[in-house]
């Protein structure tokens, strides 16, 4: 009998972030607002890097791919958001509700290891010995064209992993606690909790490939700025050093800002952190990250900047 009532279960409602409906008002506001910047940012930076020959390197390469996951995993999740706080009832179909979970958790592995990869290129650019330029992408035989390639699949092979396992994790569960998921979107540990045959078994999974999600990444970024550092202090050379310092600072602040608070959602027991305070915790990696990190590259990045004029320049003379 309980089988039968959990299979029933057809659709989820979204609790959302706040109950009081006088603040659906100016909450849809300031996230759309949230919304608006973050995709003009990213997109915008997918375009230059497009259109802008200097930036056909590694590095841009991989922020290009860096703006593309953050522009799509956050519309898995603010327009739903944005619905919620206009019609007041936010519900999602158990289908929807899986397809949602699988896309966004496979776009934030993705991104996870993008920035590794990134990490990595840096390391390549500042600790390989000089080669003659043939063209922008041909560096460093250690970033060529074909290693880039392997280099994004392996970020999207991981992501589609990361994905298939969590969701696989969570779709096999039945749900008899009701439907209500305490949470703006559908996410693993809310979900979790609504289950009525979960164990302690679901919730090892969810921290192994969570750990592995997160610590892969973060071990080969430690490693990779471990190695830079110890090449950049035997550089005889102080604008040499600040120049190094320079072209990692960007990807150093968005690699704190996004995995400070994906371990601070995840990796920490629910006794320490409830679902009240950590679906508002998660507003942090999912909207306000992906809306910081074309903002941090351009502000912070010569190269950027430069080529943002030049295409400017181009549009208003044409």
Not at 130 to 140: A, Y
Not at 141 to 158: E, I
Not at 227 to 253: D, W, Y
Request: net charge positive; aromatic share 12%.
């Amino acid at each position: 009998m309980l089988a039968e009532n959990s299979s029933s279960v057809t659709e989820f409602l979204l609790a959302g972030l706040m109950a009081q409906p006088g603040l659906r008002a100016p909450l849809f506001c300031l996230f759309l607002g949230f919304y608006v910047v973050t995709m003009v940012g990213n997109l915008g930076l997918i375009t230059l890097i497009g259109l802008s020959a200097p930036l056909h390197t590694p590095m841009y390469f991989f922020l290009f791919n860096l703006s593309f996951i953050d522009s799509c995993y956050c519309t898995t999740v603010t327009p739903k958001m944005l619905m919620g706080f206009v019609s007041g009832r936010n519900a999602i179909s158990h289908a929807g509700c899986m397809t949602q979970l699988f896309l966004f958790l496979f776009f934030v592995v993705s991104e996870s290891f993008v920035l590794s990869a990134m990490a990595y290129d840096r390391y390549v650019a500042i600790c390989s010995p000089p080669v003659p330029i043939v063209s922008p992408l041909l560096s460093s035989p250690a970033m060529s064209p074909r290693v880039c390639l392997l280099l994004l699949a392996g970020v999207y092979g991981m992501g589609c992993a990361g994905a298939v396992a969590h969701t696989g994790n969570i779709a096999g569960l039945t749900f008899c606690a009701g439907n209500l998921v305490n949470h703006y979107m559908c996410d693993i540990l809310p979900l979790l909790e609504l289950s009525c045959n979960g164990s302690s078994l679901n919730v090892l999974v969810v921290f192994l490939v969570v750990a592995v999600g997160i610590g892969v990444p973060i071990v080969a970024i430690f490693v990779s700025y471990g190695l830079i550092l110890s090449s950049i202090l035997h550089f005889s050379s102080t604008h040499g050093r600040s120049k190094a310092f320079s072209t990692c600072s960007s990807h150093l602040i968005v690699v704190s800002l996004f995995f400070g608070s994906g371990a601070f959602m995840y990796l920490k027991p629910p006794s320490i952190l409830p679902l009240d305070q950590g679906k508002v915790s998660s507003l942090f990696y999912t909207i306000v990250v992906p809306m910081l990190n074309p903002l941090i590259y351009s502000l912070r990045n010569k190269d950027v900047k430069v080529a943002l004029k030049k295409t400017l320049g181009r549009i208003t003379f044409l």
